[in-house]
T-cell receptor, first 117, second 111 residues
C-alpha cells in the first residue's frame, strides 16, 4: 500500500514570497491533516479535512495560510506571504476513519521542509 | 483548549526499561496515542489507549488512567535504534475528532 506522498520535499524561499505544498493521502482515507512541526517541537495541527469539508482550522493563520482539498482526495497548502517564523516541516497525514470506534491511526508523509530566509 | 506535558529528555542504557510519562488536560478527551519519530523522519504510530489499562505491543506497552489524566509509554529491552523522539497525543472529540500532539520526549539510548 502506497503511503502519504508529499512534494516538494525541500523548499527555500525568501520572506514575503509564496509557496505551495501538495499532498496525496493513502487511497481511501477520508481524513487528511496538515501539521506544522518546528524543530524540537511536536506537530501542531493546522487544518483537518473530512473528505473535502473542514473539521478544524482553528490554528491556521488564515491571513497567510490557505488549504484546500478538492474532490476529497489531494490537498494543497499555500503560504503567502511567507515569514521567517514559517520555517518548519509541513507534515501531511491521513487516516481511514473518524468517529468513536476507531483508534484513528494517523499515517504521516515524509514532510515538506521549508526554510524562509 | 488542550495541554499535554511530557519530559523533554530521557536517557537510558541499552537493554534497560524506560518509562515516558504524559499528563494531559482537555475537555473532550477520547483516547491517548503514542508516536515515534526518528531524526529527519515522519512520526509513526506506536500505540493507542481508549480505555484504562495496559496495551502491549511487543517491546512497547502503553498505559492510561482517565481518572488521573495520565498515561505512559514503556519501552523494554532498549535498543540503540529506539533513540528517537516520542510524542503522546490526545484524541479530542470537541468539534469533531482531532489529534493534538505533545512537545515530545527525546530518548537517548546509550551503549
Amino acid at each position: 500500500e502506497a503511503g502519504v506522498a508529499q512534494s516538494p520535499r525541500y523548499k527555500i524561499i525568501e520572506k514575503r514570497q509564496s509557496v505551495a505544498f501538495w499532498c496525496n493521502p493513502i487511497s481511501g482515507h477520508a481524513t487528511l491533516y496538515w501539521y506544522q512541526q518546528i524543530l524540537g517541537q511536536g506537530p501542531k495541527l493546522l487544518i483537518q479535512f473530512q473528505n473535502n469539508g473542514v473539521v478544524d482550522d482553528s490554528q491556521l493563520p488564515k491571513d497567510r495560510f490557505s488549504a484546500e482539498r478538492l474532490k476529497g482526495v489531494d490537498s494543497t497548502l499555500k503560504i503567502q506571504p511567507a515569514k521567517l517564523e514559517d520555517s518548519a516541516v509541513y507534515l501531511c497525514a491521513s487516516s481511514a476513519r473518524q468517529g468513536p470506534f476507531s483508534g484513528n491511526t494517523i499515517y504521516f508523509g515524509e514532510g515538506s521542509w521549508l526554510t524562509v530566509v | 483548549g488542550q495541554s499535554l506535558e511530557q519530559p523533554s529528555e530521557v536517557t537510558a542504557v541499552e537493554g534497560a526499561i524506560v518509562q515516558i510519562n504524559c499528563t494531559y488536560q482537555t475537555s473532550g478527551f477520547y483516547g491517548l496515542s503514542w508516536y515515534q519519530q526518528h531524526d529527519g523522519g515522519a512520526p509513526t504510530f506506536l500505540s493507542y489507549n481508549g480505555l484504562d489499562g495496559l496495551e502491549e505491543t511487543g517491546r512497547f506497552s502503553s498505559f492510561l488512567s482517565r481518572s488521573d489524566s495520565y498515561g505512559y509509554l514503556l519501552l523494554q529491552e532498549l535498543q540503540m535504534k529506539d533513540s528517537a523522539s516520542y510524542f503522546c497525543a490526545v484524541r479530542d472529540q470537541t468539534g469533531g475528532f482531532k489529534t493534538i500532539f505533545g512537545a515530545g520526549t527525546r530518548l537517548f539510548v546509550k551503549a
